[in-house]
């Protein structure tokens, strides 16, 4: 978990790289306050900081603030997986490949649910992007680009990142920003959480409030741009949003919902309710919520046929264990109570069946199990029930109607891998937790990515990007490949490239 004291590390590092000005070294607006800048992002994270780069490389005065001490928002914890179609590398490679196709794989894997004007122009500027970030440094591991990993595959191979995941771009965008300060054009503020929008007379947005020391500042600029991320550190907006519990610790410590609340603050509002999907599900660090995340368990078929049976807390089976398709396992985990399951299986199991957890002997297990906290054991079915939380008499059936399954060859739920019953004890079970790390609503804006009203119109000047459009318009209530990283890089780019500047920002 990246704590304020990681993150201050990782300032010292980026630093000590000559990637990053230390706060004394920062410029505050030598204009004065009351010169506008050309934009004011609100955010130096994956969306802000090619904003920011790209606006200043067309002669732009560009205000960076950022609530943390550090610039790179959730790139610091990302995975940084990133798709995109008909890019130089795949070219190189024979791949033949576009953002067509990209696009009917998004509305395909998303079932139809993602926004196919947001998916349109987040695919169609994902190739440039990507071509843009290796040019500039960035190395894709090697064999890449893949078809997928973790989430339902690609039709083509469109799928890359680089050996430090979120941080190898975030490495690339540093360098890139530092380039542009050195220009004179972007000011950078750090531990600057933004706390309102300014609005002029006529509704126009002409500048933010940002608080720094304790001291509330303003700035002047022609457009905002809310590049603030989501709200997956905010527990209350998540519950209140999604319907659902933050069941996991695990996303960017200042992605708290601040640029929803600023949208909506000036008549802008969300969109992406009912659009939550839990992961299929990984074993928290304790009974606590959220909790930190402790290990993954592997329930990919084709990786590792699965021995064991898995039970929601009524103990009863929900979904064929070898379910080939990722998606189909999510849905059917989402209506269970908690979006919890236990993974149930006997000390013959335990012995015999490939091991289930990276890095992990069997003895670990039975240590964990000792604790009786997510790992549990104990020498009857009913009394792990007991333990783990689970109906006993749920689980005593269900575990019985499986052991028939296998003795005949039938099971309930059409499973085919049917190693072993599950018959003596001790009996394990180990409690996976559904989970989600990425904010579904967002807010609502144009396929200029102009912030509207409810109405449909334009709020003149404020613009959104990145997380906090919600993960939903661009992977709809599905996991596609890559479809936040990279649309929150392409965007952040496309409006640095794109917005007017100078005195044709009042046109
Ligand atoms: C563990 C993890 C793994 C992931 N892996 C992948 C993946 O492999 N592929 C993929 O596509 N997606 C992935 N995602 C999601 C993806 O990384 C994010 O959706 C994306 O990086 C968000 O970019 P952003 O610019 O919207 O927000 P961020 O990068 O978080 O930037 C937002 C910035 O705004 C700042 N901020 C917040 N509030 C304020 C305020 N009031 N004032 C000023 N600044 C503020 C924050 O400090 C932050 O620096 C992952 C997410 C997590 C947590």
Do not use: C
Not at 27 to 49: E, F, P
Not at 167 to 195: F, K, Y
Not at 339 to 354: N, S, T, Y
Not at 441 to 461: F, M, S, T
């Amino acid at each position: 978990m990246l704590n304020r004291r990681t993150l201050l590390t990782t300032t010292a590092s980026l630093a000590s790289l000559g990637l990053l000005r230390s706060a004394a070294a920062e410029r505050v607006a030598s204009t004065g306050r009351n010169t506008a800048y050309d934009l004011i992002i609100v955010g130096a994270g994956t969306a802000g900081l090619p904003a920011a780069i790209f606006a200043s490389r067309r002669g732009g005065r560009v205000l960076l603030l950022d609530a943390a001490p550090v610039i790179g928002g959730t790139l610091h914890f990302s995975t940084g997986q990133m798709s995109a179609a008909g890019t130089r590398l795949q070219r190189s490679l024979g791949i033949d490949d576009s953002a067509d196709a990209h696009f009917d794989d998004v509305m395909r894997i998303s079932q139809g649910s993602a926004n196919p004007e947001i998916v349109r122009l987040a695919v169609d500027q994902a190739g440039p992007t990507l071509d843009w970030l290796m040019e500039a440094g960035l190395e894709p591991m090697p064999g890449h680009p893949v078809m997928g990993l973790g989430h339902e595959f690609y039709s083509q191979r469109r799928y890359y990142w680089g050996a430090n995941g979120g941080r190898s771009i975030l490495e690339v965008l540093a360098r890139q920003l530092e380039a542009e300060r050195a220009n004179g054009r972007i000011d950078l503020l750090l531990d600057s959480p933004v706390t309102a929008l300014l609005r002029s007379d006529a509704g126009a947005i002409e500048g933010v409030r940002a608080m720094r020391g304790g001291t509330e500042q303003v700035h002047r600029g022609r457009q905002v741009l809310l590049a603030s991320g989501g709200y997956a550190s905010n527990p209350a907006m998540w519950e209140e949003l999604d319907g659902y519990r933050q069941h996991i610790d695990a996303a960017y410590p200042f992605s708290r919902g601040d640029g929803l609340r600023l949208a909506r603050s000036v008549g802008g509002y969300l969109r992406g309710r009912s659009m939550y999907l839990t992961s299929f599900g990984a074993i928290l660090a304790d009974e606590s919520s959220p909790a930190a995340l402790r290990a993954g368990f592997e329930t990919w078929p084709d990786r590792r046929a699965p021995w064991e049976i898995y039970v929601n807390a009524r103990g009863e089976r929900f979904v064929r264990e070898d379910e080939p398709s990722v998606h189909q396992r999510e849905l059917a985990l989402l209506p269970q109570p908690e979006q919890r399951f236990w993974i149930v299986f006997d000390e013959r199991m335990l012995a015999a069946a490939p091991p289930g957890i990276k890095d992990w002997t069997r003895e670990d297990i039975r240590e964990a199990a000792a604790a009786q906290s997510v790992f549990y054991t104990a020498d009857s079915l009913a009394a792990l029930a007991r333990r783990a939380g689970i109906d006993a008499q749920g689980l005593e059936y269900t575990v019985r109607r499986y052991n028939e399954g296998v003795a005949s060859g039938r099971d309930p739920w059409g499973r085919k891998h049917l190693p072993a019953q599950i018959a003596q004890g001790p009996y394990y079970a180990i409690r996976m937790q559904g989970f989600a790390i990425t904010s579904n609503v967002g807010i609502a804006v144009d396929a200029r990515l102009r912030v509207i009203d409810i109405r449909g119109e334009p709020i003149p000047g404020l613009h959104a990007a990145g997380e906090a459009l919600g993960h939903s318009q661009t992977s709809g209530k599905a996991y596609v490949g890559g479809m936040s990283v990279t649309p929150a890089l392409s965007f952040g780019r496309l409006l640095g490239q794109t917005l007017p500047l100078g005195q044709q920002a009042g046109a």
